[in-house]
């Protein structure tokens, strides 16, 4: 497996890490015995980065990536944990904003030790900026935790250049985990570079654009209520066809590569910088294998040029969240 570094003062993790939240929420069932069976073959194709949230599923994913690593003796040594905390929920599933006061962080982090079955987290951020505490509170909890040995690493979720520049002067920072993909390009003109500068690793999500770019959507798959994609501009009307357009230019490069359109745009989140790690959403072991085979596509100047005119920067239709939670972004202000 290869890896790469997050950040200046960040841990070494494999080149790809798994995104656990589609097995706990937000896409649909999920089975959980092939979520375990995934988890477990990613750690043997050797991903140690394995990206979870309190929130997800309220608790459930954090079970399930403690099941998972439990099952797996040893596992817990080599993986990293990337835990995002903040979120408030309600039973039924809604969203009730987000709570970065520090003593939200401490009460926030017990919780997911309990639930992980570890004395630390690998790497723990606040999923949305809170509005209401200063960035550098949030921060200098989490900071106190690096400090108590029960946190290793600082990260920080979608926000902007200014905010990145406020966190990095209170404490170290590994990564900004940031949704990045051939659709959502946000972060290049300022985002990235203010990372780049601070020595801010990141790791992307979103690589697959939550399905539409995988090559595996439909306008004829249905969706259930409760899927983020049944609220999701991108998937809906006219911006499906526009944006199923673009897979399609997208396939045929794929094709000539020998590559599935998943892996070109997953390789092509690669080939941004050794400072970027992509998150697969994989839950399934078959989609898994699919997105490893990412690691072995090499695209050169005359392959991401024609991957630019396929797909080019700005041609995506829709925003990339429903216009009430693009208000929680911080790296969209
Ligand atoms: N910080 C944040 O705000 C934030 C937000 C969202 C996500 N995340 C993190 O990032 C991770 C990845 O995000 P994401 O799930 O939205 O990303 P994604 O990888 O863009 O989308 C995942 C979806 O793509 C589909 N897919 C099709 N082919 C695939 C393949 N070969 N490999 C993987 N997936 C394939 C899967 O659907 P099927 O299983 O239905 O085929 C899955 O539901 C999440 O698990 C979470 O840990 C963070």
Redesign the pocket.
Known sequence: MRTRTLGTTGPRTSAIGL????MSAL?GEADRGESIATVHAALDAGITLL???DFYGMGHNELLVREALATRPGSRENALISV?FGALREAGGGWLGYDGRPEAVHNFLAYSLQRLGTDHVDVYRI?RLDPAVPIEETVGAIAEEVEAGRVRHIGL??VGAQTLRRAAAVAPISDL?I?Y?LFSRGIEPEILPTARELGIGITA???????LL?G?WSAQRPVAAGDFRAHSPRFSGENLQRNLSLVEALRTIADDKGATV?QIAIAWVLARGEDIVP??????RD??T??LGALEVTLDEGDLAAIERAVPHDAVAGTRYAADQMEHLDSEK
Do not use: I, N, P
């Open positions: 995104g656990c939240m589609g896409y990206d979870t949230g995002k999923a979720s979608e985990q949704e993909s999500y979103g690589v697959l654009s939550r399905g995988s595996h998943a998150l697969v959403g994989a839950r399934r989609r898994l699919e997105a």
